[in-house]
C-alpha cells in the first residue's frame, strides 16, 4: 500500500509540494476544513508611511476586494502571499520562517512608521505581538469557521497547517493511533497538544522543508 499523506490546506495543482510528491509513491490529499467570510471593515488612509503587512494570500484577496494598495509600504509572509501580491504589487518586505521571528526581522526595518495587519477574526496575531502596540493597528477583514461536513480518508502522516484546521479536525475526527503528525508551526503543535497528539513541525514554512518533513515521517 502507497504510504498516504492528509495535508489540511487546499493546494493547486502546479503548486510546489504537490509537483514535488507526483515524483514520489506518496498519496496525497489537500483540503482545508475551515472556510472564509468577509467582514465589514473601512479601508484606511493611504499613506506613504504605511505599512500593511499580509500574512496569507486570503487577507490579500478579501483586502482587495474593498480597499487599494497604493501608496502603502507592503509586507508579507511567505512565499504564497507575495505570489498573491504580485500581481499588482511589489512588496518591501518579505518574511519567511516561524512568525515570530518575522516579526523581529521586520521590527528592524519598521522604524517610526506604523503597520496595518488585515486580517482574520480568529487571527493569534503572532506577528503583531512583537511590535510596538503604538505603531500597530489591527483590520478584522474575514473571519474564519470549520466547515460544516467533510470526512478525511484514513492516513498515513496527517499534516495541519492551522490550528483552526486542527479544531475543526478534532471535531469530528480522529487520527489513527499508528499514524505520524506534522504541524505548521509552533501555534499548530499546541493545538494538537490541547488533543493529547504531539507533532513534529517543519524547520520552517518552504515547500522543500514540508516536503523533506514528509518523507522523514513516513521513512522515505
Known amino acids: ?11 493547486s495543482a502546479d503548486s510546489p509540494l504537490v509537483l514535488a510528491l507526483r515524483k514520489t509513491d506518496i498519496q496525497l490529499h489537500a483540503e482545508s ?6 467582514l465589514e471593515f473601512e479601508c484606511p488612509e493611504n499613506r506613504s508611511n504605511t505599512w500593511l503587512f499580509f500574512t496569507s494570500p486570503r ?28 500581481k499588482t504589487h511589489s512588496p518591501a518586505f518579505v518574511g519567511e520562517g516561524e512568525v515570530e521571528e518575522v516579526g523581529l526581522q ?5 522604524g517610526k512608521d506604523e503597520v496595518i495587519f488585515p486580517c482574520s477574526q480568529q487571527s493569534l496575531l503572532r506577528i503583531p505581538s512583537v511590535l510596538p502596540q503604538n505603531q500597530v493597528q489591527i483590520i478584522h477583514i474575514y473571519s474564519t469557521q470549520a466547515k460544516s461536513s467533510f470526512h478525511i480518508p484514513d492516513a498515513h ?6 490550528p483552526s484546521n486542527v479544531h475543526a479536525f478534532f471535531a469530528k475526527q480522529v487520527p489513527p493511533k499508528n499514524s505520524s503528525i506534522l504541524a505548521m508551526g509552533a ?18 514554512y518552504l515547500p522543500e522543508s514540508q516536503l523533506e518533513a514528509i518523507k522523514h515521517s513516513l521513512g522515505r
Open 59 to 86: 487577507a490579500v484577496a478579501f483586502y482587495q476586494q474593498s480597499c487599494s494598495l497604493d501608496h502603502f509600504k507592503i509586507a508579507c509572509l511567505g512565499k504564497g502571499t507575495l505570489k498573491a501580491l504580485e
Open 33 to 38: 476544513l475551515i472556510e472564509h467570510h468577509q
Open 157 to 162: 502522516l496527517y499534516f495541519f497547517t492551522s
Open 1 to 11: 500500500m502507497k504510504p498516504s499523506v492528509f495535508y489540511s490546506a487546499n493546494l
Open 106 to 110: 521586520f521590527l528592524k526595518i519598521l
Open 187 to 204: 501555534s499548530t503543535q499546541e493545538a494538537l497538544l490541547s488533543y493529547g497528539h504531539p507533532s513534529v513541525t517543519p524547520k520552517n
